[in-house]
């Protein structure tokens, strides 16, 4: 059972957007942007209160790449595999990262919810490949080594 | 100031040049994704503690007496992203460059550059013993033309003031003022702008299509889903300008009758999302967006949607399906957006691009915008130039540009002098361009004669060190995650295309296998339901086409001349180099490596699994990849 608080926000949220169909993708982004995931609760909740069915609001959270329903960490590193960054070898700085942070293809966020590690399709920064982004902030130009001393920077100030 | 009227906006104008011409200076620091990135925020906070701190210096709009007026700008994507953070230091028309600032920099660059004359010469371009001070002079620069991204790195990007004094809703003022709807099209249909999305459909013909349809309820969205790998012009566009985007949307909706305006913008791009809101906020306040614009009547709504992570939702009919709160699926058509789009009902949908251009066309006319670019395609267009490129960076130029002129003029050639062999042109869902297209012009037209497509503007310059088959594979194992699984060619073709691909790259392909992605991918061609699917498999002809020889190199003679297929390449140790330190034998993790102590090393190829450790490890240099 989420807290009452969870749902105080979730209205908070709907009122931003109105209780229509069409309100349903930005309100569970905002949700998402809060917990920094979508619980189920919630999902079931907003579709109540907007007006559309469960099975449609599950649909949609589980077409779009962006919702996940697992908790993710406090940091969450977006590492870029687009063309230009693939090209300037993006995918030593992934494997890198799950060697660091003990994750793999099939398990995206660290025992302690500091750490989730995800590829992006293209930052749009790729004048600077290979490129990452934690939270909402863009790293350029990432190498092995780099990677690895952010993640410990993080680490730092996350514990 | 309010901007009720037509008075109101002149008044608005006089006092905005004013503000502008009164600065003795204008410190503009990049903001653009690129350069924040790389600290230009940092730069800002600097610039503005030096000058907020400097006595008899003022900063920003207040009030000036005697005092020297600075200002400390954060303008659009000044392209050149490749050397961020940049910063421009601009007195009247004399105009220096900075590359590469960093925090510690910025006191001496004040102390010279604003207040004095003298220039920091460390932080110049600096190209083949040439010094470069004025950004129009650097060849990156000088060699574009500028017409969408015109006021990127020259404006503040969050300023209406500073958009109206550059020239800003002057377009929009001669519509509403001097023009009708009709006319609004028929000036756009003119001048022959085409979709900058990639289909590069006439844009004036959608627009007709749209004014011409019974139902009143219409509306107007724009593309930002700029989802290609590899591609960041719109973004740059959205984060760099973006009051000159709501004002071609707002043009086109006077055009077509509709007073509604959409803007999808992808998830990753929280700085375009942040200045459109800013900007579309800013213009309610000053009354340029609602009811009754400017005392003409004419009413226009600004709404963001944000997309969600789905490559997908760049098709016009996913897309709208995406903010009416749907999956993005595209549908059957027709019946076209132009008919039946959002809501289902006519709507005008063009890229950021397409929009951007129009208010430029709409003030100097559709003659002048024929005097650029080819007869099919006129105007220009932006790209983003990346990959194995020396200069990186966001560029736009006339369309029928030759690549050899934007890889090799304006990209400073290929990285560390290394050999041309193809540039991705068109994404995902576009094809490859190799030497024998190098002195083509550059449209819409021509590129689709060789197998490709304009596609949104992406170009990915590659070296001979790149396995043509790799990015084959690399392509399609974007398009197929990305497909949405509604129609069966493409959920289930790009899934057996990857498979043989990466069988292939895996050292495992048969000859028959190069036929059968051939057929399949006609198949996915020509049954896809929607655009995606219908040119994912282009990457994949295209290199079979171009680069048929490194697919039978792989197929054949198990060997990827570039080393980029782990699973073929072979490791060596050079006796001649090796010291037999016996440290690649410690850290080989399945003990392949065998040999005495000071004596030179083997490696067991049986045994070795191509994980690149003793290459790591040595330290002479004895380890070879063939």
Known sequence: MLDQSYYEKADEIIGRYGKKPSSLIPIMQDIQGEYRYLPGELLTYTAQQIGVTEAKAYSVATFYENFSFEPKGKYVIKVCDGTACHVRKSMPILEALYKELGLSKKKHTTDDMIFTVETVSCLGACGLAPTLMVNEEVHPKMSPEKVVALVQELRGEGA | ???????????????????????????????????????????????????????????????????????????????????????????????????????????????????????????????????????????????????????????????????????????????????????????????????????????????????????????????????????????????GDPFKLIEGMMIAGYAVGSSEGYIYVRAEYPNSVARLKHAIAVMEERNLLGDDILGTGFAFHMHINRGAGAFVCGEGSALTASIEGNRGFPRTKPPRTVDHGLWAKPTVLNNVETYANVPKIILKGHEWFRTIGTEGSPGTKTFSLTGSIENTGLIEVPMGTTLREIIYEIGGGLQEGSEFKAVQIGGPSGGCLTTQHLDEPLDFDSVKKFGAIVGSGGLVVMNTDTCMVEVARFFMSFTQRESCGKCVPCRIGTKRMLEILEKIVAGKGEVEDLDKLEEIAKSVKDLSLCGLGKSAPLPVLSTIRMFRDEYMEHIVDKKCASHTCTALRNYYINPEKCKGCTKCARNCPVGAITGEKKEPHTIDTAKCIKCGACIENCSFDAIEVR
């Open chain 2, 1 to 239: 100031m309010m901007i009720s009227n037509k008075a109101e906006l002149d008044k608005c104008r006089e006092a905005a040049v004013e503000e502008l011409q009164s600065y003795g200076c204008r410190i503009l620091v990049c903001s653009g994704t690129g350069c924040i990135a790389t600290g230009s925020e940092k730069i800002y906070q600097k610039m503005m503690e030096i000058v907020g701190n400097t006595p008899n210096v003022t900063i920003e709009f207040a009030p000036h007496d005697e005092k020297e007026h600075v200002g400390v700008k954060r303008t659009g994507c000044q392209g050149f992203c490749e050397f961020g953070p940049l910063v421009r230091i601009q007195k009247g028309d004399k105009v220096v460059q900075y590359i590469k600032v960093q925090p510690d920099d910025c006191q001496e660059i004040f102390d010279n550059t604003v207040m004095g004359d003298g220039l920091v010469d460390r932080l110049l371009y600096k190209k083949a013993e040439n010094t470069y001070v004025q950004p129009d002079e650097i060849p990156f620069i000088a060699k574009q033309t500028r017409v969408v991204l015109e006021n990127c790195g020259r404006f503040d990007a969050e300023s209406i003031d500073e958009y109206i004094a550059a020239g800003g809703f002057k377009a929009l003022e001669k519509v509403l003022f001097d023009m009708k709807p009709e006319d609004v099209v028929e000036e756009v249909d003119q001048s022959g702008l085409r979709g900058r999305g990639g289909g590069g459909f006439p844009t004036g013909r959608k627009w007709k299509q749209v004014a011409a349809q019974e139902e009143k309820e219409r509306y107007v969205v724009c593309n930002g889903d700029e989802g290609d790998p590899g591609a960041f012009m719109d973004g740059s566009v959205m984060e």
